[in-house]
């Protein structure tokens, strides 16, 4: 069965070094921070060019600590797109926000900035923008919404870290920006983690300190915090892997030109469409289908693995049911509806040999 992200093959690829860095940890006696999360958290800055990194335990955590920094008060307000995976919601409704859920761009399926502007109220606080599926969210026209109403941005790049708009790197277009380095991300360890990245060094202060149990000296608590830590083990992988991400993203690039090519000019199947401006990190390959049962026989038959991505609109989650959520004026979201009828996720990696899944189709 050819798998749908072939993460053996690239610890096969990088055995070497990867054991080496996880003996430097192993014997050294240092598995919580310490110079390994430190030298992980400058080189991610470095690549992304974000003034401040702070590493912790997995993007949603990142999210919520992230929507901590920024200030959430219970009954505020947040956008959030109708279409992705639960975590911004869920995050913001754990700290007592309300998520008010935006339709999405039919071709980029990114969050609409139109359908963002409708929702804004007196009670809005700040856009949850979403990096799906690896490209970079509306950043220009977001962020003129944005200011013209006093709120902030959150950057949710858990899909996204190494991809890029108009030649910046994604995680530097919110206020605050997050990312997650979950196994199968494009840039993924051997376990959870996540990080944190502002050019704002208050915040960059406030992130570390809640990250730490609100402490900045041993035993003394000044705020509510949490155990944000990432492990020293998952930041030397991590150090291995960033040293490939750029060939790994372009070969990742090349595998999608190949499914593409395919696909792009098939009557009834639409790829996501990438933005002139964008380079995309391709967390997921994902195209519509018209006729997605048809097509799911078809993958069934030759044995490859897909994932639907996503089956349902967040609004429609029992969680945000159920009397939680309070209903927002555009909660039909008419194009993430139909979206999450016919989105389907193809095997996708650097390592994906993508010719033959083609062939076998
Ligand atoms: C868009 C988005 N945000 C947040 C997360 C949460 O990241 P983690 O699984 O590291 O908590 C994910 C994970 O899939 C995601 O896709």
Redesign the pocket.
């Known amino acids: 069965m050819i798998p749908f992200v072939n993460l053996t093959a690239q610890r096969e690829a990088y055995r070497k070094e990867l054991e080496m860095a996880e003996k430097r940890v192993l014997d050294s006696g240092c598995y919580i921070g310490g110079p390994e999360v430190q030298a992980l958290e400058k080189e991610l800055s470095t690549y992304c060019g974000a003034l401040h990194t702070v590493s912790c335990g ?4 990142a ?1 919520e600590l992230a929507l901590m920094v920024l200030g959430l008060e219970p009954g505020d307000q947040v956008i959030v797109p109708d279409f ?2 639960i ?2 919601a869920e995050c913001v409704q754990k700290l007592g926000g309300v998520p008010v859920f935006a339709d999405i761009d039919p071709r980029t399926l990114q969050i609409s900035p139109e359908s963002a502007k409708k929702l804004i109220g007196p009670k809005t606080r700040g856009i949850i923008a ?1 990096n ?1 599926f690896g490209q970079c969210a509306p950043y220009g026209v977001l962020r003129n919404i944005a200011d013209q109403h006093g709120l902030w941005i959150l950057e ?1 790049s ?2 996204a870290f190494g991809a890029t708009q108009n030649g910046k790197k994604a995680c530097t277009f919110g206020d605050i920006s997050i990312t ?3 196994p199968t ?1 494009p840039l993924g360890c051997y376990g ?3 990080a944190i990245f502002t050019d704002n060094p208050e915040y960059a202060e406030k992130a570390r300190l809640l990250a730490n149990h609100g402490s900045r000296e041993r035993y003394r608590h000044i705020e509510i915090g949490t155990n944000g830590r990432l492990d020293a083990l998952q930041a030397a992988v991590l150090r291995v892997k960033l040293q490939h991400l750029d060939e790994e993203l372009e070969r990742r690039r090349q595998n999608a030109k190949v499914y593409d090519q395919v696909f792009a000019g098939l009557p009834g199947f639409t790829p996501q469409a990438i933005d002139a401006g964008n380079t995309s990190t391709y967390a997921q390959y994902t195209l519509l289908v018209e006729n997605r049962a048809e097509f799911i026989r078809r993958l069934d038959k030759a044995e490859i693995p897909y994932c639907i991505h996503y089956p349902s609109p967040l609004h429609t989650q029992p969680c945000f049911c159920a009397g939680h959520a309070e209903p927002t004026t555009d909660a039909s979201c008419p194009v993430t509806e139909k979206v999450c009828t016919q989105a389907i996720s193809l095997p996708f990696c650097a390592f994906t040999d993508v010719q033959k899944i083609v062939e076998r189709i």
């Open positions: 997995s993007g949603t955590q999210l992705t995976f975590a911004p979403v799906l949710d858990a899909q997650s380095f979950y991300k959870d983690g996540g």
